[in-house]
Each structure stands twice: as structure tokens, then as C-alpha cells.
């Protein structure tokens, strides 16, 4: 059954403070005696019989004692739990990390269904994403994503394709009815290129932005088109490449669009300046120019990454974070 926005906004409420609580190095036991005290009912039942099972002496533990309670507390936070005191690559991930990063999810919920449109398919994007980054095996990151966020004989059939040997984009294939081309392109991308929880976590920020505010389909697929051209090609893909990609995006969608136009006048010898000129009610005079800059300075991937990020500002309000660049 679908919860309330109410009750997504008490559990991520509940959840952050656990986690704050934890961060500050306070022992699990009493952490979670603390956050009883603030929490609705439904999540302090649960809290209790966590608490009262006793000896919760490692993250181990206490990721099986979640897990015990997945009727009420969503099972993709003990994935999480199990995960965290594991030192991986990118070091070591914290405990009270965990909570939080999962309170995050359960608040992008809540506001998407605040606007009245269902969170399912962006909290799938949103939750797998998050697990694999963490190391979560993907097998396990579909399973519990898709978990109340799609149907247990979707999940099934994604899954039974990655056991197969398949990419997580063929199982995909057979849902396309749920999974819109350009999602699909997207992923595709990132399979190729090792950024998988980068692009689940794009998804889920651009079309959660899409859902909560209403947004046309057409801001949508325009950023997300961006965001591919710069994942590829800063992953070292030509731009035929990348282009050819979002041509075949297009056409499974049924529609002739303009990067397959684009495509059609590079072949034919424009520069992709020139191709995009010549389609300027898709290619704003603006963007045209920061390409032919990019084509100049043999940088289109920054060129991309630079109108990515600026949609991703202007239309959805995600502020994307740069480095600071230092001059000798």
C-alpha cells in the first residue's frame, strides 16, 4: 500500500535523526532510545522491538534487526546498514551516513507525492542508485529497489535477465512500457562508461523535479538529452557515438528528432555547430555558440557538461557542484 505524504515525511524526519544522532558518535542503543521519543507510533513499535532485542553490538546486527522490520521500515536501509563500517574505494561508510542518505530518499518522496503524482518508478532510480554506489551487489540493489516501487514479477524479470548474464539495460527492454526510451539511453550510457549511480541518481533528480512541478515532457527529455552528450563524451565516446545513441532513443520513441537531424548533416560534413545552426527552434543560438567554442577548443565534452548543468539549473533548481579552480 502506498504511504502518505504524512507518513514519508515522519519517517524521513525519524530516520535523519537517527542518523544525526549517530554521527555525533552516540552509541546505537541509546540513539535510537533518543529518536523513540520523537517518532510517530508506526515507526516507534518498530524502534522498540529493535532496541529490545538487545546486544545490538555491530552494524551487522543491527542491519538484520532493520531487516526484521521491513513491514514498516523500507528494506533498502538495511541493504545500506550492511554496507556501512565496510572500507571500499571510496572509503569508509558510516553508519549514522546511512540514515541519512535514506531519510533523503523517503523526503523526495514525500514532496513528489505531496504534488499528487506517484514517487515509484524516481525512487527506483533513486534507491538503486544509492545501493550500488555503496557497493551493494546489483543483483540485491534491483531486488530492493524495486521492493513497493515496481511489481514483484517486473523486478523478477529484470533480475532473471542480470543472472543470465544480460546488462541491467536488457532487462530493462522488456518493460518499455514503464521504461521510456530516453531512461533507457541514459543507462545504457552509464553501463558503458562505469558511471551506473551517476546516471540513476540524474534520473531520479531531474524526472522527481519533472513529477513535483509538473514540468512539460519536453524540459525533461531536452536536459536529459544534455546529460547523456556529457557523460559519453567525457567518458572518451565520439560524439557519432553519442549521437547515434540518442538517434536510436528517438527512433524507438517513434519520432524523427533533432539529434537524429544532426547526426544525418555530420555525415554529410557540417561541423556539429553547423548542423545544430540549422535547427534553431531546437538549438538555441546560445548553445550553438558554446559549441562551436568547444569544437574550437577541442572540449565539446566541457561544452556538454557546461549546457547539462545550466538546464539542470534553470529548469529543475539542482545547483551541481564545481571544483574550485586554483591559479599559480
Not at 551516513?97 to 527506483?124: C, H, M, Q, T, W
Not at 554506489?133 to 530492493?144: G, Q
Not at 512541478?213 to 556529457?230: D, G, M, P, R, V
Not at 562551436?292 to 566541457?302: P, V
Request: proline fraction near 4%; charged fraction near 25%.
Amino acid at each position: 500500500m502506498s504511504k502518505s505524504a504524512i507518513q514519508l515525511g515522519e519517517e524521513a524526519e525519524t530516520l535523519r535523526l537517527l542518523g544525526t544522532l549517530l554521527e555525533l558518535k552516540i552509541d546505537p542503543d541509546e540513539a535510537i532510545g533518543l529518536t523513540v521519543s520523537e517518532c510517530p507510533q508506526s515507526y516507534k513499535d518498530s524502534l522498540l522491538r529493535i532496541r529490545a532485542n538487545g546486544g545490538i553490538m555491530d552494524n551487522l546486527a543491527l542491519a538484520g534487526a532493520f531487516e526484521s522490520e521491513k513491514n514498516t521500515i523500507p528494506s533498502f536501509i538495511s541493504c545500506l546498514l550492511r554496507r556501512s563500517g565496510i572500507r571500499s574505494a571510496r572509503g569508509e561508510y558510516r553508519l549514522g551516513a546511512a540514515f541519512i542518505e535514506a531519510s533523503s530518499v523517503l523526503k523526495n518522496a514525500e514532496r513528489i507525492v505531496r504534488s499528487g503524482k506517484d514517487p515509484s518508478l524516481v525512487n527506483f532510480y533513486r534507491i538503486l542508485g544509492l545501493l550500488v554506489s555503496r557497493d551493494v551487489p546489483l543483483l540485491e540493489a534491483i531486488e530492493s529497489a524495486g521492493d513497493n516501487n515496481l511489481s514483484g514479477t517486473v523486478t523478477q524479470s529484470i533480475t532473471a535477465a542480470v543472472r543470465k548474464g544480460e546488462t541491467f539495460l536488457s532487462g530493462l527492454e522488456h518493460h518499455r512500457n514503464i521504461f521510456p526510451a530516453i531512461d533507457r539511453s541514459l543507462i545504457d550510457i552509464g553501463e558503458q562508461t562505469g558511471a551506473f549511480p551517476e546516471v540513476c541518481k540524474i534520473l531520479a533528480d531531474l524526472k522527481g523535479k519533472y513529477l513535483e512541478w509538473s514540468l512539460s515532457l519536453s524540459t525533461l527529455k531536452n536536459c536529459l538529452l544534455y546529460e547523456i552528450l556529457a557523460i559519453s563524451t567525457n567518458a572518451g565516446m565520439s560524439l557519432g557515438q553519442s549521437l547515434k545513441r540518442l538517434a536510436r532513443a528517438e527512433e524507438s520513441a517513434g519520432q524523427i528528432g533533432p539529434f537524429q537531424v544532426v547526426l544525418e548533416r555530420i555525415n554529410m560534413g557540417l561541423l556539429p555547430s553547423e548542423a545544430m545552426h540549422s535547427l534553431p527552434e531546437y538549438f538555441p543560438s546560445l548553445f550553438v555558440r558554446m559549441v562551436k567554442e568547444g569544437e574550437i577548443r577541442g572540449e565539446l565534452e566541457l561544452t556538454f557538461r557546461a549546457i547539462a548543468d545550466f538546464l539542470a539549473w534553470r529548469d529543475f533548481n539542482i545547483e551541481r557542484p564545481k571544483e574550485a579552480v586554483v591559479h599559480a
